[in-house]
């Protein structure tokens, strides 16, 4: 039987859970079990590849490409965007369990991390929902795409290519995306959702503070050159760091510094001790 006061099979029970309001509710529980120290680190239960984290029915998942576009103008555009927003969220919750499941070497403080980032999204995620529900739609009424968990199984077999190529890339571009899309969502007078978005800009710079912090780490304790060791995975991976405009200022408050942004020269990332 397992102990039950083991954190990982409960991460992954969190994981693998179908049910949204389950998923959401078991992710706070985690975290607070782990921050009152009810919960431990006693398993060591195999860790594998993961093709689908738990997620209802709908939405219908479809390939980048066949994702429709819609004028923001109309309800179902209008919608079609926060539904959009909302999956992203859905499935960084899931990207952020399978970090602190999956890479059960790291220290005490990444799991910390990385279960906050969890119960973050999964807040994040729960009022994108409520905004969909206020426009009269529910997440699932429009398709989807998977691109951010099939980089999560790309990287899942070591934790430095995740922290190189998810925060720091796919996480990222929604710092650079979102005041875009704040402007659009101003222009049609969805002011509840603008500043709904302030708050998960301002969270989801300290997720990708987050994520800079552990690959320098990472890169420092196997001995590697961050910017040496980022362009390798960017080029073996086929990534692209940046698409389109740059928030800098968000960018700059999540540890990139303004060589990095300029130049791609600089990826020394140093930690705000609070």
């Known amino acids: 039987?397992?102990?039950?006061?083991?954190?990982?099979?409960?991460?992954?029970?969190?994981?693998?859970?179908?049910?949204?309001?389950?998923?959401?509710?078991?992710?706070?529980?985690?975290?607070?079990?782990?921050?009152?120290?009810?919960?431990?680190?006693?398993?060591?239960?195999?860790?594998?590849?993961?093709?689908?984290?738990?997620?209802?029915?709908?939405?219908?998942?479809?390939?980048?490409?066949?994702?429709?576009?819609?004028?923001?103008?109309?309800?179902?555009?209008?919608?079609?965007l926060v539904h959009a927003i909302a999956h992203i969220e859905f499935n960084a919750v899931n990207l952020a369990l399978d970090a602190a499941w999956r890479f059960r070497e790291q220290p005490d403080a990444y799991l910390s991390d990385w279960l906050q980032v969890a119960a973050e999204e999964a807040r994040h995620f729960a009022l994108l929902r409520g905004r969909l529900q206020a426009l009269g739609f529910e997440y699932g009424d429009f398709v989807a795409h998977n691109g951010l968990w099939e980089m999560a199984r790309k990287t899942d077999h070591d934790a430095l290519t995740r922290m190189a190529l998810v925060p720091r890339i796919l996480e990222a571009r929604g710092l650079d995306a979102l005041p875009g899309i704040q402007q659009r969502l101003a222009q049609i007078g969805d002011n509840d959702t603008v500043e709904l978005l302030d708050l998960i800009l301002r969270e989801e710079v300290g997720h990708v503070r987050i994520g800079?912090?552990?690959?320098?780490?990472?890169?420092?304790?196997?001995?590697?050159?961050?910017?040496?060791?980022?362009?390798?995975?960017?080029?073996?991976?086929?990534?692209?760091?940046?698409t389109g405009p740059i928030n800098r200022a968000g960018r700059r408050e999540a540890g990139f510094s303004e060589l990095e942004l300029s130049l791609l020269e600089d990826f020394a990332v140093v930690r705000d001790p609070a």
């Not at 738990?54 to 919608?79: D, I, N, T, Y």
């Not at 780490?217 to 990534?239: H, I, K, M, N, S």
Request: aromatic share 10%; hydrophobic share 40%; glycine share 8%.
């Open 1 to 80: 039987m397992p102990n039950p006061t083991d954190i990982y099979p409960l991460i992954h029970a969190a994981l693998m859970a179908e049910n949204i309001d389950i998923k959401l509710a078991e992710v706070a529980r985690i975290r607070t079990g782990w921050q009152d120290g009810v919960l431990h680190r006693i398993g060591d239960d195999a860790v594998y590849s993961i093709d689908f984290p738990g997620r209802p029915p709908k939405p219908e998942l479809v390939p980048p490409m066949q994702v429709p576009r819609r004028r923001l103008g109309s309800c179902e555009g209008h919608a079609a």
């Open 212 to 242: 800079n912090y552990w690959f320098t780490w990472l890169c420092d304790a196997q001995g590697r050159e961050p910017l040496a060791t980022f362009r390798e995975l960017v080029a073996q991976y086929g990534a692209r760091p940046f």
